[in-house]
């Protein structure tokens, strides 16, 4: 038996993931983060129902720059999330499932959820 000295599959610097591979990662990712933002939704929902002093220490915190970057964040996976849920219908009645519509896809899925949460960050 000879022993070769290569690995049995290809090294991470030299694999690329394809990127519906990291669509796939970024839908689960995007849905832990839509959980969290779910948790700040019902904390702002509460500073607006116990009164004034919590609605105006609410929005003094809302007004600080890395909530307003989770803020973008959050839409962005908000709409991530959706695109991404909508391609799966497509996928489930059987259509677009060859590698260059996958691919095209991903890539249109990506742009659209950037595309929407820019609209919605700029009119909101």
Not at 77 to 94: C, K, Q, V
């Amino acid at each position: 038996m000879t022993i070769h000295k290569r690995p049995l599959s290809p090294h991470l610097q030299i694999y690329r993931l394809p990127i519906t591979g990291i669509i796939s990662i970024s839908h689960r990712i995007s849905g832990v983060f839509l959980s969290a933002g779910l948790l700040f939704f019902v904390y702002m929902l509460l500073a607006i129902a116990t009164g004034e002093q919590n609605f105006l220490a609410m929005q003094s915190l809302m007004s600080l720059w890395i909530i307003k970057l989770l803020s973008l964040g959050l839409i962005f996976s908000l709409f991530l999330h959706l695109t991404h849920g909508i391609r799966h219908l497509i996928w489930d009645i059987g259509k677009t499932l060859d590698k260059a519509t996958l691919d095209k896809y991903a890539l249109f899925e990506l742009l659209t959820a950037v595309a929407l949460s820019l609209l919605t960050f700029l009119f909101v």
